[in-house]
């Protein structure tokens, strides 16, 4: 390492000021870069948690799938939860390249020790939650996603942008999901609207504590992992939110949503803190069970992983000694 | 020398980079990496990840390990080479610059 001309001035090593420079130019940072140990580990902590929520966030849909009205909407659920394996693998890869490996992922996943987005602890009662989770809860996702393509860390950015390209049938195909049923019988509506009222305050918490609340989003933001703040982008998505509700024709479940001239966006209401934190801490309709889940499956999975190995390994061995009796 | 994108260690299947044709005529441009347990499985793997929506017609597939690249560590020496040689790109030459089909 070498010292820098003035150490009055700073006390950053070489590395770190290059890296300083390299964020304050917007240039990306790639996995063999020197990077503080601090930025390793929130991109680690924000990537993983971010892929463990696609995986886990297969569940409340996986639920719906043999159940989904018309082999159509069959075709499209499982689509979307294939999109969301995908997603996943794409995010675990990107926090694979900060030198973290899968099996430890893993098994943070499982311990509790790395957590996944609250959303996915909601239960999924009535078919229309497939809709009120492709408008609300992907258009929440794809809210916060899209400044996350421009994230100072370049697998990551490069694993958000070829996200958010597959997520926006995500969210439209929730959206006709709503529309078609709004256009329905009274009975029909009248589920649609129930499960609006359900996801509309989780879907608007997805986007994190309120800023003052939330200590690590300035340093975040500082080295351009995160380019927007929790409230800014939530303002953003209620904006979008109160427009679409009315083509749809569902009531968004907040009296206090009204425009405001003065500083051209919703006003809307404050939300329940308490029970984000309540949901953080395990206590929500499903945490135990996603957890149990995805334990189960991975086990389930094991003798599948261990057998492929085992037959590539005699493949290869086969090869190997084909080649020798060749030459 | 690590690969990039390899962690090492505890997986049960090695990784692998991705490379996609996108269409024809054009290059396999790097699109991510997978784990799989042999060449033939990665390969469809990558069918599955990377073209759900034909977003290919040609798949490469190579071992992370196989992978030797560049020492970030020196990149400034190593590629220090072009600078200052101007002269190698076309705009160095002001002289013809108003001549027709230059």
């Known amino acids: 390492m070498t010292a820098t001309a003035d150490p009055a001035v700073t006390d950053k090593s070489a590395d770190e000021l290059e890296f ?12 063999r870069d020197w990077m503080p140990e601090a930025y390793r580990k929130t991109l680690i902590r924000q990537i993983s948690q971010h892929a463990h929520s696609e995986i886990i966030g297969m569940q409340p849909e996986g639920n719906w799938i043999t159940r989904a009205p018309s082999l159509k909407r069959k075709a499209i659920l499982m689509a979307k939860v ?12 990107a926090a694979q390249t900060l030198g973290i490996d899968r099996e430890t992922m893993f098994e943070q996943l499982i311990t509790g020790a790395a957590k996944y987005s609250s959303i996915f602890n909601y239960t999924t009662p009535t078919w229309a939650d497939m809709g009120s989770i492709g408008w609300l809860v992907d258009g929440a996702a794809i809210c916060n996603q899209v400044p996350l ?71 975040s933001m500082a080295w351009k992992i995160k380019r927007f703040s929790n409230d800014d982008l939530r303002q953003r998505f209620v904006d979008m939110l109160v427009p679409q509700a009315e083509v749809l024709g569902v009531t968004l479940p907040d009296p206090a949503i009204s425009w405001n001239e003065e500083r051209g966006h919703y006003d809307f209401g404050d939300l329940d803190w308490n029970e984000f934190y309540e949901v953080l801490a395990g206590r929500g309709q499903a945490n135990a069970v996603r957890v149990a889940r995805r334990k189960k499956a991975h086990e389930d999975g ?26 | 020398m690590t690969s990039p994108g390899d962690s090492g260690g505890r997986e049960t299947w090695p990784l692998w980079e991705v490379f996609i044709r996108s269409s024809r005529g054009l290059s396999h441009v790097h699109a991510g990496s997978l784990h799989a347990p042999d060449e033939t499985m990665a390969v469809r793997n990558a069918r599955d990840l990377y073209t759900r929506r034909a977003e290919g017609v040609s798949i490469w597939v190579v071992r992370a390990s196989d992978i030797t690249s560049s020492d970030p560590d020196a990149k400034g020496e190593f590629f220090e080479s072009p600078q200052g040689k101007e002269y190698r790109h076309a705009t160095y030459y002001k002289e013809s610059e108003a001549v027709p089909h230059l």
């Open chain 1, 20 to 31: 300083d420079r390299m964020i304050e130019a917007d240039l990306r940072i790639e996995p």
């Open chain 1, 82 to 93: 294939q999109d969301e394996a995908g997603h996943g693998l794409y995010l675990y890869s």
């Open chain 1, 149 to 219: 393509c421009r994230a100072s860390y370049g697998p990551y950015g490069r694993a958000m942008t070829r996200i958010c390209k597959e997520e926006s049938f995500h969210q439209r195909q929730g959206f006709e999901i709503l529309l078609e049923l709004m256009r329905g019988t009274d009975a029909q509506r009248a589920m649609a609207q129930e499960s609006v009222n359900r996801w509309y305050a989780p879907a608007l918490m997805m986007f994190g504590p309120p800023d003052e609340d939330s200590p690590n989003s300035q340093r």
């Open chain 1, 302 to 327: 094991s003798w599948v992983r261990e057998a492929a190995r085992a037959y590539a390994d005699r493949e290869a061995a086969a090869r190997d000694d084909a080649g020798r009796m060749a030459s």
